[in-house]
């Protein structure tokens, strides 16, 4: 099947009891036994089968399997927010002792957790100097458990070497880590590059329509763990915490996401609701064609302002002149993401005018809604950074940064145009 169709089908063909077209609510916690040994198997992980909620539920299974398709792993978790995906990923293969590499340029939050909040653990997360593959390997050392990036930076768009970063890192026995959230697998697929372990904030273009806080990893099924079983040893090892399983044996493939599920999420509990892995359904079914005229929209929005006159600059990665170009054309061919940043004529004072001044485009700190969005970092996100700390990490006064959403694109462009021409100091 092609994406537009997984989207749509996979991990469901209607209930058989019900008959019931649309992915059911199961609404539950727990699920029956049938009998004592029936109890049994399924803790023993001899039958397949659904146990308590917070360590899986129907309808999310649909919304996993459906990910795990769109994205070519072997199958996938969903847990309650993005962050959590990425928390999990990393406290599944690290321990006291080791550190992540990663690199530079990640969405705060992303940041925060690697540069503040695992050292606090003894996770250490170290940040390679620039995007290149060789400033990456530079930190990998044998207490390496993974190399981590996004394929396309949240906010600055940049596009991750993604081959280059998985072939240092398979080079040194540690998996590339992918935070596909702003590409999503209509663009870009990781794991066709190399990529271990996929990850998604749910919450902005999968689920689409910014209602839904949700997150997946998705295990590429790929990545040799017994190869290292003394690094991996959660993996190749007995599960003391789980009766003695092993991972590598008992999943094969899968055992990186399965130990995901039973461990990470079984004991810490950041599961999916299931109402919201229905909402989150109903976003993936229309993902492709949403893509699709954000991809487009993005493109008219760019144009428009690099032509006007009251714009400074736009940063696109779209424009064959542009420092991003070469990278996202490699990997994301002929259509950019729709995050866009651009600098109004005038500085921090005009900046904030032609913010204040939009009508249509909502402002807000999120992305990958429906709607167009739109946030001024100096006066918002990054108000309490120095202006040398703001320059350090792409922030300017004037900067605007922009979500295009799904729109009439002359609505959109006219809203930017008397915005723009309020900007005026
Ligand atoms: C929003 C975002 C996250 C965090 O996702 P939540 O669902 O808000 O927890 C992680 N990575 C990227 C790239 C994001 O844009």
Known sequence: MKPETMAIHVGYDGDPTTKAVAVPIYQTIAFQFDSADHGAALFNLEVEGNIYTRIGNPTNTILEKRVAALEGGVDALSVSSGMASIHYSIINIAEVGTNIVSLPQLYGATYTLLASVLPRQGIQGRFAASDSPEDVEKLIDENTRAVFCESVGNPAGNVADIEGLARVAHKHGVPLIVDNTVATPILLRPIEYGADVVLHSMTKFMGGHGTTLGGMIVDGGHFPWIKYPDRYYMLTKPEPSYHGVVYTEHYGAAAFVARCRTVC?????STLAPLNGFLLLQGVETLALRMERHVE???????????H??????????????????MAHRYLGDRFCSLLTFGVKGGFEAGRKCFDAFRLFQRMVNMGDAKSLTCHPASTTHRQLSPEEQAKVGVTPEMIRLSVGIEHIDDILADLDQALNKAIV
């Open 265 to 269: 999420q079984r004991n810490t509990g």
């Open 297 to 307: 929209n993005a493109r008219k929005v760019a144009e428009f302002l690099r032509a």
């Open 309 to 326: 006159p009251r714009v400074e600059w736009v940063n696109y990665a779209g424009f064959p002149d542009s420092p991003l170009y070469p």
